[in-house]
Nanobody, 125 residues
């Protein structure tokens, strides 16, 4: 089965940093764009960032621009999300997912086929 596993979540104070990692198995990561999403109880899943197959295109929602950086290493089948200057409103379960698209990427959850189980990020003072 296709498998995506997120890691790197945890508790951090406002202004701190975390680096999330997504490891993919059972298929070649280079065939897919990668997206990061997050969700809190009672709210809809929210797109955060995405990166194209070769990494030449990235997209960030306004709330994380300048603070988060998405990257990928196709030789290792991994994708990361570096999160800096974290805010309490960043608290959520973060998910990585794959989008079968040849060019570019989006943060529309319905376009993604495979999802990880998520990793919890808590930003609190």
């Amino acid at each position: 089965q296709v498998q995506l596993v997120e890691s790197g979540g945890g508790l951090v104070q406002p202004g701190g940093s975390l680096r999330l990692s997504c490891a993919v198995s059972r298929f070649t990561l280079a065939d897919y764009a990668i997206g990061w999403f997050r969700q809190v109880p009672g709210k809809e899943r929210e797109g955060v960032a995405c990166i194209s197959i070769r990494g030449s295109f990235t997209y960030y929602v306004d709330s994380v621009k300048g603070r988060f950086t998405i990257s990928r290493d196709n030789s290792k089948n991994t994708a990361d999300l570096q999160m800096n200057s974290l805010k309490p409103e960043d608290t959520a379960v973060y998910y990585c997912a794959t989008e079968r698209i040849r060019f570019g990427c989006s943060v529309v959850s319905g376009r993604y086929d495979y999802w990880g189980q998520g990793t919890q990020v808590n930003v609190s003072s």
